[in-house]
């Protein structure tokens, strides 16, 4: 079935590490992609997406992603985390021709030790 | 800034009830869906909705659901007869374009806080 694959449910880091949570899609055809980050008690939030050009995307915070279409993937990094990064990130897809319509990922607990 | 609210956040009921979970989008955005996160998987899509009428739905959206917009700020989700298994999070969106459409700057989806539903 189509999906939205994230590898990591729970990721625990020191303060200054680097970070990479990887996100897979099994769409075929042009896909927009999406990070979004659930803060503990806050809303769910762009970090940053990918509709066309440079697969390599900044957003938000530090944050960046690159889209890498061979490999059907678009990894979130951030080269020095913090510990008000503690969060939930969802990787998301809009499929082919459904721009009306995000498809999540499961979704990655970050817990970064101060 | 501008956020997308909902009422209320923590929603009872029996089985077989009725429910209405509110939302009030953002006040310029004219595309709204509904997601859900049943505790410990992923948000789901729901259902998207334009100009007064639903653009996509989910195999989730079943007959039981319906949504409206029956006045110029409020987005609603009505769940007919509520069923154990739709304990979940509820969260409304709303954004200016669809995820393509318009300047990268309109077509973020803006999510609200969400209403824990919790069916008895």
């Known amino acids: 079935a189509q999906s939205v694959s994230q590898h990591n449910h729970h990721v625990i880091l020191s303060e200054a590490a680097s970070l990479e949570l990887g996100c897979n899609y099994s769409y075929g055809g042009t896909v927009n992609l999406f990070w979004y980050v659930q803060y503990p008690g806050q809303h769910l939030q762009l970090l940053l997406k990918?509709?066309?050009?440079?697969?390599l995307v900044k957003g938000i915070k530090g944050f960046e992603a690159e889209f890498i279409k061979s490999k059907f993937s678009f990894n979130l990094r951030k080269p020095s985390v913090q510990w008000s990064d503690t969060a939930e990130y969802f990787c998301a897809v809009s499929p082919p021709n459904r721009d009306d319509k995000i498809i999540f990922g499961k979704g990655t607990r970050l817990h970064i030790l101060p | 800034e501008p956020e997308v609210t909902q009422t209320p956040s923590h929603q009872v009921t029996q089985m077989g009830q009725e429910v209405i979970l509110r939302c009030v989008p953002i006040?310029?955005?004219?595309?709204f869906y509904w997601y859900r996160q049943i505790l410990g998987q992923k948000v789901e899509f729901l259902v998207s909705?334009?100009?007064?009428?639903?653009?996509?739905k989910s195999e989730i959206f079943d007959d039981q659901f319906s949504v409206e917009r029956p006045d110029g700020s409020n987005f609603t989700l009505k769940i007919r007869s509520t069923k154990l298994e739709d304990s979940a999070m509820y969260f409304c969106?709303?954004?200016?374009?669809?995820?393509?459409?318009?300047?990268?700057?309109?077509?973020?989806?803006?999510f609200g806080p969400g209403t824990r539903l919790t069916v008895l």
């Open positions: 006040s310029n955005h004219l595309y």
């Open positions: 909705f334009y100009n007064n009428e639903i653009s996509e």
């Open positions: 990918y509709f066309s050009g440079d697969p």
């Open positions: 969106a709303s954004s200016e374009a669809w995820a393509s459409g318009g300047t990268q700057s309109t077509d973020t989806q803006y």
